[in-house]
């Protein structure tokens, strides 16, 4: 039994939440101050208006009820500002000075200002600690009860709880009191009995009520606490981990630049942003032997951390299986087939792959249901190549993967991408749309790959205007340069 009490009253910490509470002690104490300096306002309004006779009790009982409660509520607003309310052990002080000033105006105030009492037992329930609200509670309960007796021999007597007379009659307890009581018909023994029972006894019940509901706020808040401080360390740990995913995943793709400085046939850049810390988006690009560059840019259906490990094992079947050998379309055949054995996430991914010849400037590609390319020839603009979609990978094992050609000449541009760039979508619900890219291509059709990638996030950007992202959106630009400058490097 002795175990549970010291279980109950017991208040849970950890390192981590240690600081929290302590914060939330702080800012509950400083509420008590605030409650403590209303209580001395309310003080002495009540002394002035005794002394103006519109209270009646007597000047001394007065005089002294309120030098004691200044001096109570003196010594912990002093400790307060002494310590700049930054000790938990205030919280005792501040409360039970409380307690004692609430007592003693009500015990100079009409009966019906309950709410003076259950303050104290309120205001502890902010300090989320059930057992100090408990202990609160029993404390205010007592001391109710002295009030409520005390009233009796110098304060004022509401007969409102009589049931007569009907209308009510206030009488102040003076030396003709008990003959007055004697003449309204009143046993004199009787009538401390009937305010206990008519006056005190209710007003215990509503008191208890309140006080459960005290506790009540003060365990769940305290359970509130740790829970959040639960909530928060994992997700603290979820950020960390999946951070270290966007790492991995970033090293995945290409992302120094440029990657191969010895080799002048061409210039290639690209960018991957990601809606949530991990994408399913992915581009690549590497040398199949000294002749042949593979271009690669993907998207898989879905977002975050099923998408970035999806997106990984195609990226792998992908670039393994182009090392092997083959045209673009047997190798999207096989990685379609193995992807399909063992898919049952039932997700797929949208494909192009292309080998460029940098000694012809011949692409074969094969479009996996992905977006078209765009081509600039040297000297004029951007045009979408609308070529022959296959199906996406990872849907039929039987899909049939198709080759087509086109050849890029010296000084011509390819730029890829994903649908998050047609699809990026402002506050309006409005795409940004194939058009609007194509133009944002045409401003400045001569511009580097680099600075292409850099004009087209600007633009899309801008258009979204800071309106929620939905979608990854991924680009890589490649301009041909010929064998011929190859030739001539040192």
């Known amino acids: 039994m002795w175990d ?27 509420l008590a101050v605030m409650v403590e300096v209303a209580c001395a306002c309310i003080l002495a309004a009540s002394w002035l208006l005794n002394l103006a006779g519109i209270f009646t009790i007597s000047s001394h009982i007065m005089n002294v009820l309120a030098i004691q409660g200044f001096i109570e509520l003196a010594v912990p607003i002093s400790l307060y500002i002494v310590f700049k309310g ?12 409380l307690l004692l000033v609430c007592t003693r105006l009500f015990s100079v105030l009409n009966h019906n200002v309950i709410l003076i009492m259950v303050l104290p037992v309120l205001l502890s329930g902010r300090y989320f600690s059930k ?47 008990r003959a007055t009581l004697i003449s309204l018909g009143f046993d004199t023994s009787a009538a401390e009995a009937r305010i206990m029972l008519h006056g ?15 506790v009540f706020i003060a365990k769940h808040g ?16 979820a950020k960390a981990e999946l951070n270290t995913a966007n790492q991995i995943q970033n090293s995945m793709v290409p ?5 191969f400085p010895d080799r002048k046939e061409f210039d290639v850049y690209a960018s991957m942003v990601t809606a949530k810390e991990v994408g399913g988006d992915f581009y690549d690009f590497f040398m199949v032997d000294d002749d042949h560059l593979a271009l690669v840019i993907a998207d898989v259906s879905g977002k975050g951390v099923p998408a970035a490990l999806y997106m990984m094992a195609t990226k792998i079947l992908i670039s393994d299986r182009t090392l092997m050998g083959g045209s673009p379309a047997e190798i999207l055949s096989f990685v379609n087939k193995r992807i399909c054995k063992k898919n049952t996430a039932e997700m797929f991914v949208t494909v192009w792959l292309g ?19 765009a081509v600039c020839r040297n000297g004029g603009e951007y045009e979408v190549l609308k070529d022959n979609h296959s199906f996406v990978v990872g849907g039929y094992e039987s899909t049939k993967y198709k080759n087509y050609e086109f050849t890029l000449k010296k000084g011509d541009t390819l730029f ?37 990638l850099s004009n087209m996030k600007n633009d899309v950007e801008g258009f979204v205007n800071g309106a929620v992202r939905f979608d990854d959106y991924t680009m890589l630009c490649l301009r041909y340069n010929g064998e011929d400058i190859s030739d001539g490097a040192e």
């Open 355 to 373: 080998i460029l010849n940098l000694k012809t400037g011949k692409i074969i590609a094969s479009n996996a249901g992905h977006e078209y390319p």
């Open 222 to 237: 305290h359970h509130m606490v740790l829970e959040q401080a639960k909530i928060s360390s994992e997700s603290a740990n």
């Open 86 to 97: 930054r000790k938990r052990w205030l919280k005792y002080v501040l409360v039970i000075s």
């Open 4 to 30: 549970k009490i010291k279980s109950y009253f017991k208040v849970y910490e950890s390192e981590e939440t240690k600081a929290v509470f302590e914060q939330n002690e702080y800012a509950a104490n400083r």
């Open 131 to 177: 057992g100090f609200t408990v202990i609160v509670s029993i404390l205010s309960v007592l001391m109710l009860a002295a009030a409520s007796l005390s009233t009796v021999f110098y304060g004022v007597l509401d007969l409102n709880f009589f049931p007569s007379p009907a209308d009510g009659v206030t009488v102040v307890f003076k030396d003709g009191l």
């Open 200 to 214: 005190f006894l209710p007003r215990l019940l509503v008191f208890t009520i309140i006080a459960f509901i005290s």
């Open 255 to 259: 992302t120094v630049f440029p990657p």
């Open 416 to 452: 890829l991408y994903t649908d998050g760039i047609p699809e990026a979508t402002n506050s309006a619900e409005e795409q940004f749309g194939m058009d609007r890219m194509v133009d944002s291509l045409n401003n400045d059709s001569s511009a580097s790959p680099e600075e292409t």
